[in-house]
């Protein structure tokens, strides 16, 4: 495997229901980042990980959780969410040093909430 | 502060020319330009650091006003594969964060 790796890549899931999306990067990066992406709005970014800790969360609701329990690993965790929260969530990872060189990002997970 | 891009769509024969711009009300610390083909990752083209840089190859550039406040990316003699939606992602002072705008897409016909 190489690059930014996303699963599921389709996921269906009703507003009771708890489930997580996994993200993986074989790039030997330190940040990982989570973006969600709606139709016709901008990337949002969500939650920032540097050297594993968290560096940022943009005001995201409690229903989404991370988790980055080591450097390659990133997961979001979703419970009774909304029928809004449908979108693309794109998984991306960076080399941060003194100078940033920009993302390389997954192929996303494509939520439906029903 | 979120950029703004224009225009939002462009139809293009290949072998013409177009011309994505990307704005902001205040001077920006980088410029970063995206490329996503539907249904994949968004793939990192180039980034601008400096006022007045110019980057890339003949076939796709972009440049940096001397201002810092406005980019933009040059498609030249497109072919079939650059289609897709391009994205410019605006840096946060000096750290990893973007922010970007809602997007170009582009779609280039025979």
Request: a positive charge; one cysteine or more.
């Amino acid at each position: 495997e190489t690059g930014v790796t996303q699963t599921p890549r389709h996921l269906v899931m009703g507003m009771t229901n708890k489930k997580s999306l996994k993200c993986e990067q074989h790039l030997g990066h330190n940040a990982m980042y989570w973006y969600k992406q709606s139709a016709k709005k901008p990337l949002e970014l969500m939650f920032v990980y540097n050297f594993k800790e968290q560096t940022e969360n943009n005001s995201v609701p409690s229903r989404f959780s991370p988790e980055c329990p080591n450097s390659s690993h990133l997961f979001l965790h979703l419970h009774t969410l909304q029928p809004e929260d449908s979108a693309l969530y794109l998984c991306a990872s960076s080399q941060v040093s003194e100078e940033f060189s920009g993302y390389t990002f997954g192929s996303g997970t494509r939520l439906t909430v029903v | 502060q979120q950029p703004v891009q224009s225009p939002q769509a462009v139809i293009l024969r290949e072998g013409e020319d177009a011309v994505i711009n990307c704005s902001s009300s205040k001077a920006l610390y980088s410029v970063h330009w995206y490329r996503q083909k539907h249904g994949e990752a968004p793939v990192f083209l180039m980034i601008l650091l400096k006022g007045g840089e110019q980057k890339g190859h003949e076939k796709i550039s972009a440049s940096f006003n001397e201002k810092k406040q406005q980019s933009s990316l040059y498609l030249t003699a497109s072919q079939l594969s650059y289609s897709g939606t391009y994205f410019c992602g605006t840096g946060v002072g000096n750290t990893d964060k973007l922010i970007f705008g809602t997007g170009t897409r582009l779609q280039v016909f025979p």
